[in-house]
């Protein structure tokens, strides 16, 4: 668990959406348009985000949308573009060509030494990826046949212990699906189902404590590969009870919350590739009109945050 502050001036959130494009305003393809999803449709100047948008600014929020292309030909991937959000270093153009959905070996000395974790780390900052991890994800680990992605790696490699059920259970921790449903069949019948609300309302609670935290949400790519509508629109309307949930005790005199993504997919469900598509980034609260010029791709997503920490 990372080390707890409880008079932090400045609360830093990275809310990472795995797999989240920006595509055509079409119901038939893209679930944001059949989704309900008044929380986020607020946050975006009261409409869902859909192609050709680039940018808007609101008295709350600023929203642009990014190329995640990162320069690199072909269809962007969770390890190198990850790599980019994490680090700041562009990880397809690093290793010559996107790839994923776990970094390849050859980035593992960039996220060790550029990931977010450690870098915050090293300034004396809190830190924590609030994602619960079943004991189930740790056996595998240790016996070699699980691979991390950038997220779990970047922990493992700043010496930031993941969480497991026992902070799931004290709400400690959050839950990848919000809702706990599945943790009874990987060997957690202790923990019981919550609603995405609630789990929202534990969120604020824990990133009251840190200086800086990270939730990733990977159902949102999985959807997306599923090509399923019905369960595209559960996954986004879970998403946005949640931010409800969140947004209850949010303060944004002391409190920035950045909502980013590494490459498109849900969006359009006509395909079960990910997409070229311009992925959004949404900065609500304290510093996000200043922030904002600061950020013009995906790399620019962990030095914005360090710089804001160094300047605060």
Not at 293 to 307: E, G
């Amino acid at each position: 668990m990372g080390i707890e502050t409880q008079n932090s001036n400045l609360h830093v959130v990275l809310l990472f959406l795995d797999g989240v494009g920006i595509g055509k305003k079409d119901a038939d393809i893209n679930p944001f348009f059949r989704a309900r999803m008044p929380t986020l449709t607020t946050l975006c100047g009261g409409e869902q985000l859909h192609t050709p948008f680039k940018k808007k600014s609101t008295n709350q929020s600023e929203i642009i949308a990014i190329n995640a292309t990162l320069g690199v030909s072909g269809l962007p991937q969770s390890g190198t573009g990850q790599t980019a959000i994490f680090t700041g270093v562009n990880g397809a153009k690093k290793f010559g060509r996107h790839f994923g959905p776990y970094p390849p070996s050859v980035l593992r000395p960039v996220i060790a030494e550029k990931n977010i974790f450690h870098q915050l780390a090293a300034l004396g900052k809190s830190v924590s990826f609030a994602n619960a991890f079943p004991q189930r994800f740790f056996d595998y680990t240790e016996s070699g046949t699980r691979r991390l992605t950038v997220t779990t790696l970047s922990c493992q490699l700043a010496g930031i212990p993941l969480l497991t059920a026992h902070e799931l259970q004290r709400n400690e921790a959050i839950s990848a699906d919000f809702i706990r449903t599945q943790w009874p069949e990987l060997g957690h019948p202790e923990i019981f189902p919550i609603t995405s609300r609630e789990a929202g309302k534990h969120f604020a609670s824990i990133v009251s404590k840190h200086d800086f935290t990270l939730f990733e949400y990977w159902l949102s790519d999985h959807a997306g590969h599923s090509q399923k509508i019905a369960f595209a629109v559960e996954v986004l309307e879970r998403l946005d009870e949640f931010l409800a949930g969140f947004f209850a005790s949010f303060d944004p005199s002391n409190t920035l919350l950045m909502i980013v993504s590494d490459h498109g997919n849900i969006e359009d469900l006509s395909t079960k590739s990910h997409t070229r598509n311009r992925v959004p980034c949404i900065l609500v609260g304290k510093h996000c009109h200043q922030l904002v010029k600061r950020i013009k791709n995906l790399t620019h997503i962990t030095p914005a945050i360090v710089r804001l920490f160094l300047d605060s």
